[in-house]
């Protein structure tokens, strides 16, 4: 069956980096676009970023633009977002999918794995 593992996450003062990775199993991660999604206490699950099957486009959520970089390693079936510049405001639980369709920000599959939790705070 689908399987997403997040990590990466943790406590980080406002400023910081961290680096989120996500192993996929159970479809075939390369002709996928994929996607990493967040969401914080009390909020719907919003969609963070997306890069497409083979890498070579992504697209970021408008509050992420400029700080957060996704990228994938087909070989590995890893996704990895990359969060710079680190603010309170990013505090969540990330999580990663596959995408429909890299132009969309719908999730493909209805399960998801544990998240990682992100907490940013001095």
């Known amino acids: 069956q689908v399987q997403f593992v997040e990590s990466g996450g943790g406590l980080v003062q406002p400023g910081g980096s961290l680096r989120l990775s996500c192993a996929a199993s159970g479809f075939t991660f390369s002709i996928y676009a994929m996607s990493w999604w967040r969401q914080a206490p009390g909020k719907e699950r919003e969609l963070v970023a997306g890069?497409?099957?083979?890498?070579?486009?992504?697209k970021y959520a408008d509050s992420v633009k400029g700080r957060f970089t996704i990228s994938r390693d087909n070989a590995k079936n890893t996704v990895y977002l990359q969060m710079n510049s680190l603010e309170p405001e990013d505090t969540a639980v990330y999580y990663c999918?596959?995408?429909?369709?890299?132009?969309?920000?719908?999730?493909?599959?209805?399960?998801w794995g544990q998240g990682t939790q992100v907490t940013v705070s001095s």
């Open positions: 999918n596959a995408l429909t369709k890299f132009s969309y920000s719908d999730p493909l599959f209805a399960s």
């Open positions: 890069i497409t099957f083979q890498g070579g486009s992504t």
